[in-house]
């Protein structure tokens, strides 16, 4: 533990949002965290006012509410692995934030459209990479058979089934909002230890991609003709950290992927993991090496668990489930919630 840590208060990012994805980069921030003392709602970020100095990792998609961007002057950041969405960019340039920018930067951007629209507008900024990239395997859990797909369509899903012996199972990293966010880190251990016991993975989700990455889980990054995701700014400056494959591609060559010895992940991220870990523990003073995944549990068993925890979860149909249904739940229960902020999917 850092010699001075008594003295600081430690922060994490929280959310409300249908994308579990969100709280595998607040998991990726507590590997460099000697404990959390405090979290802080994303899309409510300068309402928070901690009693004394919190440090705070701010890797993250920013954001639905660019008006509260700015942190309390109590926080001390670190700017680093963060994505700037277009429609809030022009919200973002303010005198504010602009400020604030500079004097915390440069900015540590996961993308490299991020970082070359910060350059353009005249703030001192870098290309870091995902923290999720520094997420750390535990050898004690063993790979498993199965394969997985996440949040791809049920044709692909069927096609994927018909090349392989192997079982198949297809999630998404969607769910509903009606979780605390206790339970909303729990769930993303649960589908970390899946991505970590895999036999191969097949998605176009970065949160999901990276952390393959970080556990050597084979990896498939599947372009889908209508969303050509590896193209689109949220990907820029990661294209050669993975195995990728387009639809036409895909189906015009049954051979084009070798599911029951799928080839190993390219290695061109570990520099940037390195630089990330590196800048993450000059920070906090604390670097855990330790996995925060434990290896004593089966993950779907303990899905069916928390999934039953609540009657009042159930009511609100807080399962697992294709996106078109899902999209039906959030806007018949989630509008209707009170804090119906964060619904970055």
């Known amino acids: 533990m850092t010699k001075n840590a008594d003295k600081v208060n430690y922060g994490i990012i929280k959310y409300q949002s249908i994308n579990i994805g969100d709280e595998i980069q607040s998991i990726a921030q507590m590997r460099f965290l000697p404990r959390v003392d405090y979290s802080f709602y994303r899309e409510r970020l300068s309402k928070h006012t901690p009693p004394k100095h919190t440090k705070l990792i701010m890797n993250a998609w920013w954001t639905h509410s660019p008006k509260y961007f700015v942190p309390d002057k109590n926080i001390e950041p670190l700017l680093i692995s963060m994505h700037f969405c277009p429609p809030a960019r022009k919200e973002l340039m303010n005198k504010k934030t602009r400020e604030f920018l500079i004097k915390h930067g440069p900015v540590g951007c996961r993308d490299k459209n991020t970082e070359k629209y910060l350059l353009e507008n005249g703030i001192p900024a870098y290309y870091s990479g995902c923290l999720t990239l520094t997420l750390e395997k535990n050898p004690k859990i063993k790979r498993g058979d199965f394969i997985l797909t996440v949040d791809l369509p049920e044709y692909i899903q069927r096609e994927i089934e018909s090349r392989t012996s192997r079982p198949v199972y297809h999630i998404s990293r969607l769910l509903s909002p009606a979780f605390s966010a206790e339970q909303r880190l729990e769930i993303a251990k649960l589908m970390l230890h899946l991505y970590h016991k895999a036999h191969c993975i097949i998605s176009p989700r970065l949160h999901v991609a990276n952390p393959a990455l970080a556990f050597d889980t084979p990896f498939l990054f599947f372009n889908t003709i209508d969303k050509n ?114 619904f970055d999917y």
């Open 229 to 342: 995701e590896i193209a689109t700014s949220r990907y820029q400056g990661a294209e050669s950290y993975y195995n990728i494959v387009n639809e036409r591609d895909f189906f015009a060559n049954k051979k084009i992927y070798d599911f029951e010895n799928p080839p190993q992940n390219p290695k061109e991220h570990l520099k940037v993991k390195e630089e990330l870990i590196k800048k993450c523990s000059d920070f906090t003073g604390y670097n855990n090496t330790a996995s925060l995944l434990n290896e004593n549990i089966e993950p779907l068993a303990e899905f069916i668990k928390l999934l039953k925890y609540s009657p009042a979860v159930n009511k609100k149909s807080a399962y697992f489930l294709p996106p078109h249904i899902l999209f039906t739940i959030f806007l018949k229960k989630f509008l209707l919630r009170k804090e119906k902020y964060d």
